[in-house]
């Protein structure tokens, strides 16, 4: 079974903190995505990254920023965080090929305070 | 940029047939996938139909796609309370480089 584990599932920061969530995945895959989910706006796209070392913005990356130095993990940054960044955040993975499906891991729950 | 809705909510009663509908905006999209979310828990696939196909059966799953309007529906059959969750649909293309967009979710609420 593809497994992608994220790194704790609750996180409680101070503003103004640098925060680091990890991401990995046991497939090989070649994308990796960071979302963050808040009621009734979905699932919204922070970055993604197609390769090792290789990323793209998503909708909304103001504020954070990604790692890909190994296929396997893909970690996400808050340089400096804050209160409007308190939300679920999910990694999720998917092959480059074919239907691609996109496995999830269980999310990331951070509270900025 | 590429846009995916659905509406928030969703209650049926036990036994009825549930339809969730969504609409997308990238004509290009290789893919479309419905997903599930159960409380506490992250995303699973439920489903997905490739862009060339009109409808695709799954057991209780029926997936529908209008690629003219840009519509696709879930209808779920015999609807349980086990089904009460968030449904996604999401759009991909299917190249390395694709993202995969997702909508604001359908709160599915099954009543006894």
Redesign the interface.
Same mark, same amino acid.
Request: net charge negative; aromatic share 18%.
């Given at each position: 079974d593809v497994k992608?584990t994220q790194s704790s599932r609750y996180l409680v920061k101070r503003t103004g903190e640098k925060v680091f969530l990890e991401c990995v995945q046991d497939m090989d895959h070649?994308?990796m995505?960071w &979302?963050r989910q808040d009621p009734?706006?979905?699932? @919204?796209?922070i970055y $993604?990254s &197609?390769?090792v070392k290789m990323k793209?913005k998503?909708?909304i990356p103001e504020g954070y920023s990604v790692s890909r130095e190994k296929k396997e993990r893909f970690s996400l940054i808050l340089e400096s965080a804050s209160t409007n960044q308190t939300s679920m955040y999910?990694c999720?993975s @998917?092959s =480059?090929? =074919? /239907? #691609?499906?996109?496995f999830? =891991?269980?999310?990331t729950r951070l509270t900025v305070v | 940029?590429e846009d995916?809705e659905?509406s928030?909510f969703l209650s049926v009663r036990e036994g009825d047939s549930s339809v969730i509908n969504c609409t997308y905006t990238d004509s290009s999209s290789t &893919?479309l &996938?419905w997903y599930k979310q159960e409380p506490g828990?992250?995303?699973?696939?439920l489903t997905?139909i490739?862009s060339n196909m009109d409808m695709k059966q799954d057991q209780r799953l029926t997936v529908l796609l209008n690629k003219k309007d840009k519509h696709l529906s879930l209808r779920i059959a015999d609807t349980q309370t086990g089904d009460s969750a968030i449904y996604?649909c999401?759009e991909?293309g #299917?190249?390395? !480089?694709n /993202?995969?967009? $997702?909508? !604001? =979710?359908t709160l599915l609420a099954v009543q006894p």
């Open positions: 992608v070649e994308n995505f &979302y009734g706006l979905g699932l @919204r796209l $993604f &197609y390769d793209e998503g909708d999910l999720a @998917r =480059g090929q =074919g /239907k #691609a499906e996109a999830f =891991g269980q999310g | 940029g995916v659905q928030l &893919y &996938y828990a992250g995303l699973q696939l997905y490739f996604f999401a991909g #299917a190249g390395a !480089t /993202k995969l967009i $997702f909508g !604001t =979710g």
